[in-house]
């Protein structure tokens, strides 16, 4: 069974940066996507970046220049998600995905990132 796990989440002042880990065991073989998203009050999920196994990333515009996504030589890291410029409305919950073969698709359980002003 395939488990998704994010880590390095946390409470962060305005102007700082988090590294998000999201760390996958019992993978299913085939092509791998891996998707960040954000989750905020009273807005829907949010897709922030992805990564293909080719290494094509895309971020949203919406946090452009400030995240960045890259896969992750660690041990079971599949994805990590570095934040920079941190700012108060990038508070929520932060969601890694995992969609292989275009067909299986997998979340972890969220961490939270707190940016006090």
């Known amino acids: 069974q395939v488990k998704l796990v994010e880590s390095g989440g946390g409470l962060v002042q305005a102007g700082g940066f988090l590294r998000l880990s999201c760390t996958v065991s019992g993978s299913v073989t085939g092509p791998t996507v891996m998707y960040w998203h954000r989750q905020t009050p009273g807005k829907q999920r949010e897709l922030l970046a992805s990564i293909t196994g080719g290494d094509n990333t895309y971020v949203a515009n919406s946090v452009k220049g400030r995240f960045s996504i890259s896969r992750d030589n660690a041990e079971n890291t599949a994805v990590s998600l570095q934040m920079n410029s941190l700012k108060a409305e990038d508070t929520g919950v932060y969601y890694c995905?995992?969609?292989?073969?275009?067909?299986?698709?997998?979340w972890g359980q969220g961490t939270q990132v707190t940016v006090s002003s």
């Open positions: 995905r995992e969609v292989v073969r275009g067909t299986h698709v997998y």
